[in-house]
């Protein structure tokens, strides 16, 4: 029987500011997280990550766990504008967002960049969450096994021997922040897929591994898609910024 803690993450893309991550925070944090029942985690944009880290550490033991939106393949040195897994280490980051559609999309990230920025965030005890999707076009011509396989593949390749340590995130393009949602019975067929490849690399291990499902997962929808067998949890991006809307999902879980 699995029963891995379920994992909710907001991902806030290129969205906050001082005043607004505050508010959001507080409000957050005076919520009810069913700190017993789930794993909550932010990814905030990281020019704010200091702010978040230190007022979950003014709020005492918080059951909210800081991420990264992306994470840099290298170890240091001279690469202008990227963040090393050190540095996010510095300021309390547990859990790091890789291979996201849309830098998959506008930063032209590969299978195997994404590989590699989940090995390094491993290699720094950061949990990867690794996501992996198809397009709305890929979809219609009967592809998406295909392609969120080939996704997967790269990152066991590499990582196969800690894979039991890694998050997947299942995040259909088309339902990325459209409104359009994979139905549970969707969603479940693509994660029984991927728990079948993880199966294929870890046995048993591949139990424990948690799979998220994210695309337009809300609070009216939350609910039934994570009674799915295979659905442990959701990365959350629009509404992961209402309080309230994120609390609900929490509860959800
Ligand atoms: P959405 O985004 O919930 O706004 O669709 C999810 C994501 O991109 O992680």
Redesign the pocket.
């Known amino acids: 029987m699995r029963s891995p803690k379920k994992l909710i993450a907001g991902?806030w893309k290129m969205n906050g500011s001082l005043e607004f991550n505050s508010t959001l925070m507080h409000s957050l944090l005076g919520g009810d997280l069913h700190a017993n029942a789930c794993d909550v985690a932010v990814c905030a944009p990281s020019v704010y990550l200091a702010q978040i880290h230190a007022l979950l550490l003014s709020a005492g033991s918080s059951p909210i766990h800081l991420g990264a939106q992306d994470i840099s393949a290298h170890e240091k040195g001279a690469y202008t504008g990227e963040i090393s897994v050190s540095m996010l280490k510095d300021f309390g980051v547990a859990y790091a967002i890789v291979g996201?559609s849309e830098r998959r999309q506008f930063h032209h990230e590969s299978d195997q960049l994404v590989a590699i920025k989940a090995e390094r965030a491993l290699s720094a005890g950061i949990t990867p969450i690794v996501c992996v999707g198809e397009t709305q076009q890929e979809r219609g011509v009967g592809l998406t096994e295909v392609i969120v396989k080939r996704q997967l593949a790269a990152v066991i390749h590499l990582v196969g021997h800690c894979i039991t340590e890694i998050v997947v995130a299942y995040?259909p393009v088309w339902?990325?922040?459209t409104g359009l949602t994979a139905t549970p019975e969707q969603a479940q067929s693509v994660h029984a897929v991927l728990r079948a490849q993880l199966r294929a690399a870890a046995g048993d291990g591949a139990q424990k591994i948690r799979i998220l499902y994210?695309?337009?997962?809300n609070a009216a929808n939350a609910k039934s898609l994570l009674s799915q067998p295979d659905i442990d949890g959701g990365?959350?991006?629009?509404?992961a910024l209402k309080a309230a809307d994120f609390l609900a999902i929490v509860a959800s879980a």
């Open positions: 991902n996201h995040e339902a990325i922040g994210g695309g337009s997962m990365l959350i991006g629009g509404a």
